[in-house]
């Protein structure tokens, strides 16, 4: 048999046997072939992507549902990103990172402010975007980045530059701890005019992107890994109901957040700071971070959300 008719053959079993739901039989005495023979077509309509089949755990919703459940549920534009079951954690992660980079591309404008928070998440998302320049983008850092050893504004300066150059931007870093000792502290720095010059361009914005960290997650969150909180922060946090944050700012699993003390001495926006941005991208991967995904929907901090499928319908089951 000629490999073009071979083909069609394939596609002629494929299509009786996956769509119409035909036994083998029927398909070989419909085609004038022997069953074994229906077998090895069906096994050439698999292997040369004629037909493409994927199998999905009991009670898992597929992508598009599971969009449509989630925007329903917290009023969000969504995009779930497919997942295959013997994908890695960094693989989700990526394949997550590559879909919001094209978004926030999208949505980016000339003349314009974009604001950007750091983290794993976005690290990955901007070292997958593609270089397009933006004429008179700004990108400005949203939450401070030095922690207790001092370190920290190295390793976001370097994440900004990348987005700089991928988009021919120019950059407003935010040198201010991530977390003060003290609330006065930050007060009194907040007065200060080079900070409120910082603080006026994050007003203006008009696209923020970010991720949202989790105390445990599969490709660990930057914040909770790099020396920004003490054992003692942890354990007051997870007392106090704290399943994540966004911007470092934590989260309770409801959503709420102003009166978790470490809040007082955090130097990112607030939900309520995020609500008066037009458009707000969260991007999340790996089911541990379903839980403060939800806190931040509930909390109103995004519009746009892009998560893998795993981690989608982990975030549905949690309802």
């Given at each position: ?278 458009r707000r991208v969260l991007v999340a991967a790996g089911p541990r971070k379903a839980a403060p995904l939800r806190a931040a929907l509930l909390a109103g901090c995004a519009t746009d959300v892009v998560v893998d499928e795993v981690t989608a319908n982990r ?5």
């Amino acid at each position: 048999m000629r490999a073009d008719a071979r083909r069609a053959a394939a596609f002629e079993a494929a299509r009786m046997y996956y769509q119409q739901t035909q036994t083998m039989e029927a398909i070989a005495s419909h085609l004038g072939v022997s069953r074994s023979t229906v077998s090895r077509l069906l096994a050439t309509a698999r292997d040369e992507g004629i037909v493409r089949v994927s199998l999905h755990a009991p009670g898992a919703r597929r992508a598009g549902d599971l969009q449509e459940e989630i925007a329903q549920s917290y009023g969000v534009a969504v995009h779930v990103v497919p997942s295959v079951a013997e994908s890695t954690e960094r693989e989700r992660l990526d394949a997550v990172a590559a879909e919001g980079a094209a978004l926030v591309q999208s949505l980016q404008q000339p003349d314009s402010v974009m604001g950007m928070a750091w983290g794993t998440t976005v690290a990955a998302l901007v070292e997958a975007a593609e270089a397009r320049p933006v004429p008179g983008l700004a990108i400005v850092q949203l939450n401070g980045a030095i922690n207790p050893q001092g370190s920290g504004l190295g390793y976001v300066s370097t994440v900004l530059a990348q987005a700089a150059s991928s988009w021919g931007a120019s950059v407003h870093l935010f040198p201010v701890p991530a977390f003060f000792d003290y609330p006065d502290t930050r007060e009194a720095l907040w007065r200060e005019r080079s900070v409120r010059q910082v603080l006026a361009l994050q007003s203006r914005c008009r696209l923020a992107v970010f991720g949202v960290g989790a105390f445990d997650a599969e490709v660990p969150s930057h914040v909770y890994t790099s020396g920004y909180l003490s054992a003692r922060d942890v354990h007051d946090l997870r007392s106090d109901g704290v399943v994540g944050d966004v911007c470092t700012t934590f989260l309770r699993a409801d959503g709420s957040w102003d009166d978790v003390p470490l809040n007082a001495r955090g130097s990112g926006p607030t939900p309520a700071d995020l609500a008066r941005i037009p458009r707000r991208v969260l991007v999340a991967a790996g089911p541990r971070k379903a839980a403060p995904l939800r806190a931040a929907l509930l909390a109103g901090c995004a519009t746009d959300v892009v998560v893998d499928e795993v981690t989608a319908n982990r975030l549905v089951h949690l309802g």
